[in-house]
């Protein structure tokens, strides 16, 4: 998601020549609008989500999707971490980009600590 939010910050070399987002990605950023009161970040926001949804055609959580976040999820586990609240959306990020054999493109590296074994990440 923070590689959608600043997408026009990132040098295009650093991306691939296709992006994909998951649909949860999507999710984050069609919340995000509500999860402010300022009129001007609103906009910001909805601006963005619009951009978003002509650009992307959003990978789905499936079946495969579910398998994928059981075995992320054990993952992080090891680590010591849970996997709740903004984490868990993280994890099912990563848990498409492991179902679909994507790398994951991040400006979070650390929100996929523990993952590397079945996850390529690029950090941004």
């Known amino acids: 998601t923070s590689v959608v939010i600043d997408l026009e910050l990132i040098e295009p070399a650093d991306l691939p020549l296709e992006l994909a987002v998951s649909a949860i990605t999507m999710a984050e950023l069609a919340a995000g609008p509500h999860a402010t009161t300022d009129p001007a970040e609103r906009a910001r926001r909805q601006d963005r989500l619009q951009r978003a949804e002509a650009t992307f055609e959003p990978l789905p959580v499936d079946g495969a999707v ?13 680590t010591g971490r849970k996997a709740r609240g903004r984490r868990a959306v993280d994890l099912f990020i990563a848990a498409t980009a492991v179902a679909v054999g994507l790398p994951l493109y991040t400006r979070n590296p650390d929100d996929f600590a523990g993952l590397s074994d079945m996850l390529e990440l690029v950090s941004v």
């Open 66 to 78: 579910a398998r994928a976040y059981g075995r992320v999820y054990a993952a992080v586990g090891v």
